[in-house]
């Protein structure tokens, strides 16, 4: 089991930055690959960014590329994702999910374990 709490949001205006965290606990995380996915009000979830479990695999979002980076800290059981750059388009709840490898690693079905998210508003 892995349990993920994710922490870091909330208001910023456009062009500013935010660093999310995704803090785990179970003694498998350190084994999983985590992503980031987010979700805007009436939209479905979409894939973020995702890394392997030893941080040298990244994949990122078209619309994120360039502006969002992805990390892990294995030591500390914690992913971050560091956001520069805002655009209000960035505003949503950002979760963030473990599983086993990156196979199909945009589509959210594939992810075993979910945090309970945390919201980014980005103002214009």
């Known amino acids: 089991q892995v349990q993920l709490i994710e922490s870091g949001g909330g208001l910023v205006q456009a062009g500013g930055s935010l660093r999310l965290s995704c803090a785990a606990s179970?003694?498998?995380?350190?084994?999983?690959?985590v992503g980031w996915f987010r979700q805007a009000p009436g939209k479905e979830r979409e894939f973020v960014a995702t890394?392997?479990?030893?941080?040298?695999?990244?994949y990122y979002a078209d619309s994120v590329k360039g502006r969002f980076t992805i990390s892990r800290d294995n030591a500390k059981n914690t992913v971050y994702l560091q956001m520069n750059s805002l655009k209000p388009e960035d505003t949503a709840v950002y979760y963030c999910?473990?599983?086993?490898?990156?196979?199909?690693?945009?589509?959210?079905?594939?992810?075993?374990?979910w945090g309970q998210g945390t919201q980014v508003t980005v103002s214009s």
């Open positions: 179970g003694r498998t995380f350190n084994s999983n690959a």
């Open positions: 890394i392997d479990w030893g941080g040298g695999t990244k």
């Open positions: 999910a473990a599983k086993r490898s990156l196979y199909r690693y945009s589509d959210p079905i594939t992810y075993d374990y």
